[in-house]
């Protein structure tokens, strides 16, 4: 219980509570999201994106299945009209699946053993620890569309299962992003090709929680590879991966 109260607590500090943070999400998103759009924030954790989305004027669909988050989500936004809150997760197709839970480190939660298996080596996640798990129901983003709308914008940080949730999706979306960690390359590689295959796109990086993206001018899928490879993988930075339509 106490490793629960405290992981929770953690993520608020982390994703709450830091001065400065709401404005540069605020900055940032901006250029995805107007009044009126729609926004997939897919693995909502605490909601920190959820609130500067609002903030924007975005309607938003926050999925996030831990129990603890949800807790927490329902706490702050459960009654704004603005906010749809869903205990799912989301993958390739639909039906139940486990979620492995880290109660001290909720943010690394995860529904990918083999994510699980490849970052256990790394020596930031030597402390991390896979102590529970939940069922979960399963969704897919071509179910989250029919039901709410296409987004302007989709977030997906699922912690190694980012594959499996483009892997549901069989159209085009105007802007979406999903998690990069360096020792789960080759998975964003085939995250990245999958995403090419729905539409021609192209791409940015921003390292972890910086908020900044790292190339002055968009690129293409192939050049956004190697600029993961040359650079950032060396260096161990993890970031997410933005995409966005070419019209």
Not at 63 to 69: A, G, L, N, R, Y
Not at 72 to 100: C, E, F, I, K, S
Not at 171 to 196: C, G, I, K, M, Q
Request: with cysteine.
């Amino acid at each position: 219980m106490l490793r629960r109260v405290w992981g929770i607590a953690r993520s608020l500090v982390m994703y709450r509570g830091i001065p400065g943070r709401h404005r540069r999400l605020r900055r940032f998103y901006g250029r995805f999201l107007k009044p009126g759009d729609v926004g997939f924030d897919i693995g909502a954790h605490v909601g920190s994106r959820v609130r500067v989305w609002r903030s924007l004027g975005a309607t938003v669909i926050a999925v996030e299945p831990q129990p603890d988050c949800l807790r927490v989500l329902r706490l702050l936004h459960g009654r704004d009209a603005g906010v749809r809150l869903l205990p799912v997760a989301v993958g390739a197709q639909p039906g139940r699946a486990q979620l492995a839970l880290s109660s001290a480190t909720p943010t690394v939660s995860s529904m990918s053993p083999a994510w699980i298996a490849s970052v256990t080596t790394e020596k930031s996640f030597a402390r991390v620890r896979w102590d529970s798990a939940v069922e979960v129901e399963v969704v897919t983003l071509d179910d989250l569309i029919a039901a709410h709308g296409e987004p302007a914008f989709c977030k997906i940080d699922v912690e190694g299962f980012e594959v499996d949730v483009l892997r549901g999706l069989t159209r085009p979306l105007r802007a979406l992003s999903f998690e990069y960690l360096p020792p789960a390359h080759d998975a964003a590689l085939t995250a990245l090709s999958l995403v090419n295959s729905l539409g021609e796109y192209e791409y940015n990086y921003s390292p972890v929680e910086t908020m900044r993206l790292a190339s002055d001018s968009w690129l293409d899928a192939e050049a956004l590879a190697r600029l993961l490879d040359e650079h950032f993988r060396p260096l161990g930075r993890s970031g997410d991966i933005y995409a966005r339509l070419i019209r």
